[in-house]
């Protein structure tokens, strides 16, 4: 349990999903929670679902502006193989959403919805499993929107923000629904298609569960041993060498750390899910659509971001391309969390300060 412990404070990627949904946790706020059924969801591969359900939690109302249309709604939105709860720990909506804080429910809506394959929302563990639509990010897109449009009243958004697969989100609804949004926080991205070192350690991930014969195309009936070796793969996405090597200082507390992480998620963890969740990422690519986005963007990435390193430079030369938009490189230090650094908001607050400032009506 302490490596796991110790995982978390690293901000390993993705590890909030860990955690039960149906719980609350001491120091977890409360929120409301509610589902949505879309009846006949077409996907974009042309596979429909008779019934989508959509699980969301929000904090706070809504407050129409002069104009009629909603002033203080705020879109959250996770990581991949995540779920909305994560934002209720209190290293984030502990540090976000209490009284006095820059989203203070008092006076924000925050929504925090789970995405399509994500937790309490339609997934391929409810039955399906690999006969569940292939989702991508774009069909996820649109069930968020659908959401906030049909069912939540929502007619538009006073900030949208997004970590990793949520930052991508981001640019996705930045480009689709221009207009909708007055401000975007994307957090530890790149707006541009999954290629490189990333797309070979996701397509790593996806190969160890399908090439598994334990898998047998998802009609599995005991976890494939695959998943184990895309876990392993899990850990070194997320990682962050300095915190690691402070944390795991020998050969025994690295093997004990592995141990645990490994062992955790491969009870939690089903092969099905994980394995649409990376692939949802397949065919990503906001980049010949930025110039489309007219809300302010201050766009953030660690240095130590394993994903999303700053030698490539993509980050600071796509940004120009976004009317309003703003690059952000958080530098290393004692404090940062590679991947993970997306999750601690009291390091990059002010940013998101300035931002909101910046865009008051």
Known sequence: MRAVRLLLLAG???????????AQQPGRLSADEGDFVIRDFRFGTGEVLPELRIHYRTLGKPVRGTDGKTANAVLVLHGTTGSGRGFLGQNFGGVLFGPGQLLDAEKYFIILPDGIGHGGTSKPSNGLRARFPKYDYDD?????YRLLTEHLGVDRLRLI????MGCMHSFVW??????????MLPLACLPVEIAG??????????DSIRTDTEWKNGEYTATPSGLKAALYILVLMGSSPLQMQKNQPSRDAADEFLANFVAQRMRTTDANDFLYAFDASRNYNPQPHLEKITAHVVFINSADDMINPPELGIAEREI????NGRFILLPVTDETRGHGTHSLPRLWQHHLAELLKATER
């Open 12 to 22: 390993a990627l993705y590890v909030a999903a860990v955690a039960p949904c149906a």
């Open 197 to 206: 070192r990333n797309r070979m350690m996701r397509r790593m991930a996806l």
């Open 140 to 144: 996820m897109v649109r069930a968020q």
């Open 161 to 164: 923000m997004g970590t990793s």
């Open 174 to 183: 930045g480009a689709t629904y221009s207009g909708f949004m007055d401000s």
């Open 320 to 323: 120009r391309r976004v009317k």
